[in-house]
């Protein structure tokens, strides 16, 4: 259903600081698929999903989503069937309005320039229903500013709104990166049962190497702005982190190696 | 004279608190630090009172003026998000051709209006008909306070619509209000042309009310707007939509009303109005970090 085709992208071109991040990237989305994402520092994770959802240009090479090409749309419009989480918690919602205000915008993706009233009490329940889902007693706290809220709630709120609207894609950069062990488990179980309720494509980075082997039913290791290795299927299931560093050296002949990378 | 003086400081508030809420709009709701108001507020009194003086109804003049205003927020907001111009730069080519602008609507660089009819002269006659009985030295503060009141009514009502919501997520978390499907452009093009919209109907408005129209009013136009604001702020704080923008209006009737005290003890005279201003709006941001600093010399800190 996505399909990534021949993806150059260079940064500072013509400078000092040139970075080749992609060359001729090729990756082919399925239908239901959800893909984790792992890979070395610089190896054009985040890159990947940013060229996806538009913002960042790409100097060559196609994108096409559901055989539509929007290697051209921009941002904002490819909202429109594009769900996305941030690492950083404070990207995916804004802090000086209240939980329910940021429903709202969430709810009428797409569609928000009108002069419809904002929140009405039929919006209210709706959110209220979606909130008492994750049972972290925000559903309570609907008129509470969001930059009240934790790090996790914000990051499960955002999960939540990229969602709600049901998107053709997901698109998860790190977004339990940056929360304490407990709050990160409670937000992938969250992925997780969204991911599977509403039967969401979805490609997810993390730094976790368990997790990526956990979750989904494909893993991709990026390398250097390449895909090295896209397991899948029966081999992914049967897959642990030994076996994964060992076929990396395989196909790489170097060491796997990531500062931040989580091997347990 | 104490009497007539507050209720000067209080019509002027009022009728300048339209302004300040164009302000409050960019300022405060879209993060956008726009000057065209200096170059906006005079284009609404030059508008009206050259459309007066040509024999038009004060009424159209006053809507023509609004229109314009609009238009001028328009440029600065195609200029920024369209030729990519910082927002102050924009902000400060729209306001500096508007001089030009000005000066060609009027023709002359001033247009009394004392003997032509005005919104005012039309509500007295309107009054003395069908109020008879009603004092007609408070006919302003009554008709400021109802429009005042009914433009920041319209003004919360807005902001709780699906757009004025993402026009405040625009303000707040562009990135967030982006992936959410919201062109980021327009909205802050539309906030700009609204806000432009009321600093030129509160040009408009002041200059049948001062009867006069003047090229060089709207100097200091944006730090008076700046200082209803940050005074508003201090008063009321950000707790809602509600009582911020009640806080604008306030804060811009105890801004006329301070300058109007400083003026009446004749520590200072009309002209050092535009350094009062500065320093009134210098304390209002300093306020905070010295209650802080004081905080901080009582109680010591833990690091002792």
């Given at each position: 259903m996505l399909v990534l085709e021949n993806?150059?992208?260079?940064?500072?071109?013509?400078?000092?600081?040139?970075?080749?991040?992609f060359e001729g990237l090729s990756l082919d989305v399925?239908?239901?698929?959800?893909?984790?994402?792992?890979g070395s520092n610089g190896a054009g994770k985040s890159t990947l999903l940013n060229i996806i959802a538009g913002v960042i240009p790409v100097d060559g090479g196609k994108i096409y989503l559901d055989g539509k090409n929007i290697t051209n749309l921009p941002e904002y419009k490819r909202a429109a069937f594009i769900g996305r989480v941030f690492q950083d918690p404070m990207l995916g919602t804004s802090p000086s309005m209240t939980v329910e205000e940021n429903l709202s915008l969430a709810y009428a993706r797409a569609c928000n320039l009108s002069l419809r009233w904002g929140l009405t009490a039929k919006k209210r329940q709706i959110f209220k229903r979606y909130l008492s889902n994750i049972s972290l007693g925000l559903e309570e706290r609907l008129a509470e500013k969001v930059k009240n809220l934790s790090g996790g709630q914000r990051q499960a709120l955002t999960l939540i709104m990229a969602t709600m609207k049901k998107p053709r894609i997901l698109l998860l950069d790190e977004h339990t990166g940056a929360l304490d062990p407990k709050m990160a488990i409670i937000v992938n179980d969250l992925t997780e049962?969204?991911?599977?309720?509403?039967?969401?494509?979805?490609?997810?980075?993390t730094h976790n190497l368990e997790d990526a082997i956990r979750m989904g039913n494909r893993l991709l290791m990026m390398h250097h702005g390449k895909i090295v290795l896209d397991i899948r299927g029966k081999e992914k299931a049967a897959m642990t982190i030994e076996r994964l560093l060992k076929k990396f050296e395989e196909v790489q002949g170097e060491k796997f190696a990531e500062d931040r990378m989580m091997l347990a | 004279m104490w009497q007539n003086m507050l209720l000067k400081s209080v019509e002027q508030g009022l009728v300048f608190s339209i302004m300040a809420l164009g302000v409050y709009i960019t300022l405060k709701i879209l993060n956008f630090a726009d000057l065209t108001v200096d170059g906006s507020f005079p284009l609404g009194a030059a508008v009206a009172a050259s459309l007066i003086i040509s024999g038009h109804s004060p009424f159209t003049a006053t809507i023509t003026a609004i229109l314009a205003g609009a238009l001028a927020g328009l440029i600065t907001g195609i200029l920024n998000t369209g030729a990519k111009i910082s927002e102050l730069l924009s902000g400060i080519l729209t306001m500096t051709s508007l001089y030009s602008i000005n000066l060609r609507i009027m023709g002359r660089p001033n247009i009394p209006l004392l003997n032509e009819p005005t919104i005012f002269t039309s509500l007295q006659e309107f009054v003395k008909v069908q109020f008879p009985g009603f004092p007609?030295?408070?006919?302003?503060?009554?008709?400021?306070l109802l429009f005042a009141g009914a433009i920041e009514l319209m003004l919360v009502l807005f902001l709780k619509t699906q757009l004025g919501l993402s026009l405040r997520a625009t303000g707040d978390n562009p990135q967030m209000i982006r992936s959410q499907g919201v062109n980021t452009n327009v909205t802050k093009i539309i906030g700009l042309c609204i806000s432009n919209a009321l600093i030129s109907l509160s040009g408009a408005i002041v200059a049948q009310y001062q009867g006069f129209a003047d090229v060089g009013m709207g100097i200091g136009t944006i730090i008076a707007g700046l200082a209803s604001v940050i005074i508003g702020d201090a008063l009321l704080g950000e707790r809602s939509i509600i009582t911020s923008t009640l806080g604008v209006i306030l804060g811009s009737i105890l801004y006329r009303f301070s300058i109007s005290l400083v003026l009446s003890f004749r520590l200072a005279q009309a002209s050092d109005l535009k350094l009062l201003t500065a320093v009134v709006v210098v304390i209002a941001l300093t306020i905070p970090r010295f209650k802080n600093f004081m905080r901080g010399s009582i109680i010591p800190s833990e690091r002792g």
């Open positions: 993806i150059s992208k260079t940064f500072n071109a013509g400078t000092p600081n040139e970075n080749r991040v399925n239908e239901g698929d959800f893909i984790t994402v792992i049962r969204i991911v599977k309720e509403e039967k969401i494509t979805t490609i997810m980075v | 007609l030295e408070y006919i302003y503060l009554v008709t400021f």
